[in-house]
C-alpha cells in the first residue's frame, strides 16, 4: 500500500464550486505539505503544517485553505474554485531527524471549467 | 529569494550517459535533491545530498555539487527508455533534509528524452 494517499485522483468542477482534496499519510510524519504544479512552472508550495496545531502560509496559498484533522490527515479546500486554480496538486509528508525527505503522493488533477 | 534554475529539456541517446545540471541561489541551502517525476505520476526521490559533500554514487546516478558555484548535477550512466521522465532539482536550507519552514524549492523539471 502506498505510504501517501490523495484522493481523489482526478476532478472536474466548475467556477464558484467549493472543493476538497483529502491527503492521508501511513508513515507517522509530523509535516504535511501541499503544493501545486503548473506546467514549466515547477512545484510551488500552498500550505505546510509541522504538526496537529502548526498551519503555515506557503508562497500561494490564496484563494486556498487547509485543515489538520490528525497526524496522518491534511485536507486542502479551494472556497470558490477558479479557473486559474486548474493543476495537479501534490501532498507531501516528511518527519523524523537527519536522512530524511520529502514523500509525495501520486497527485490529484484538479481541472476548474 | 530563493531560486533554482534548471534547462527544460535535455536529449540523449539509449546507452549514453545523461547529465542535468542544476543551479541555485541559496547559499544557505543544506540538503539538495533530484527527484523524477513519469507520465502521469507523483514524484519520485532518487536521491540527495547534504552540503557539505561534493560527490554522491548510487549505482547508475551520480550527484555532483560545486558548493562553491552553487551548481548541482545528476548523472544517470547507461540512460534506458525507462529513464524517459522530467527530473527536479529542489533545496532545502533546513537543518532537516524533509525541508524547513517554507518545505522545498524546485526547479521548474528538466525533460529528458530518449532518443534510440
Known amino acids: 500500500d502506498a505510504d501517501v494517499t490523495q484522493t481523489p485522483r482526478n476532478r472536474i468542477t466548475k467556477t464558484g464550486k467549493r472543493i476538497m482534496l483529502e491527503c492521508s499519510q501511513t508513515?507517522?510524519?509530523?509535516?504535511m505539505y501541499w503544493y501545486r504544479q503548473d506546467p514549466g512552472l515547477g512545484l510551488q508550495l500552498i500550505y505546510y503544517?509541522?504538526?496537529?496545531?502548526?498551519?503555515n502560509k506557503g508562497e500561494i496559498s490564496d484563494g486556498y485553505s487547509v485543515s489538520r484533522q490528525a497526524q496522518a490527515k491534511f485536507s486542502l479546500s479551494l472556497e470558490s474554485a477558479i479557473p486559474n486554480q486548474t493543476a495537479l496538486y501534490f501532498c507531501?509528508?516528511?518527519?523524523?531527524?537527519?536522512?530524511?525527505?520529502?514523500?509525495f503522493g501520486p497527485g490529484t488533477r484538479l481541472t476548474v471549467l | 529569494g530563493e531560486d533554482v534554475e534548471q534547462s527544460l529539456f535535455l536529449s540523449v541517446r539509449e546507452g549514453d550517459s545523461s547529465v542535468i545540471n542544476c543551479t541555485y541561489t541559496?547559499?544557505?541551502?543544506?540538503?539538495l535533491y533530484w527527484y523524477k517525476q513519469e507520465p502521469g505520476a507523483g514524484l519520485q526521490l532518487l536521491t540527495y545530498?547534504?552540503?557539505?559533500?561534493d560527490m554522491k554514487q548510487d549505482q547508475r546516478l551520480t550527484v555532483l555539487l560545486n558548493k562553491k558555484d552553487k551548481h548541482l548535477s545528476l548523472r544517470i550512466a547507461d540512460t534506458q527508455t525507462g529513464d524517459s521522465a522530467i527530473y527536479f532539482c529542489?533545496?532545502?536550507?533546513?537543518?532537516?533534509?524533509?525541508?524547513?519552514?517554507?518545505?522545498?524549492?524546485f526547479g521548474k523539471g528538466t525533460h529528458l528524452i530518449i532518443q534510440p
Open positions: 507531501a509528508t516528511s518527519g523524523g531527524l537527519g536522512a530524511d525527505t520529502q514523500y
Open positions: 508513515k507517522g510524519h509530523d509535516r
Open positions: 503544517s509541522f504538526d496537529v496545531k502548526d498551519i
Open positions: 541559496d547559499s544557505s541551502s543544506t540538503y
Open positions: 545530498i547534504f552540503s557539505n559533500m
Open positions: 529542489a533545496e532545502s536550507a533546513s537543518q532537516y533534509s524533509g525541508g524547513g519552514a517554507d518545505g522545498l524549492t
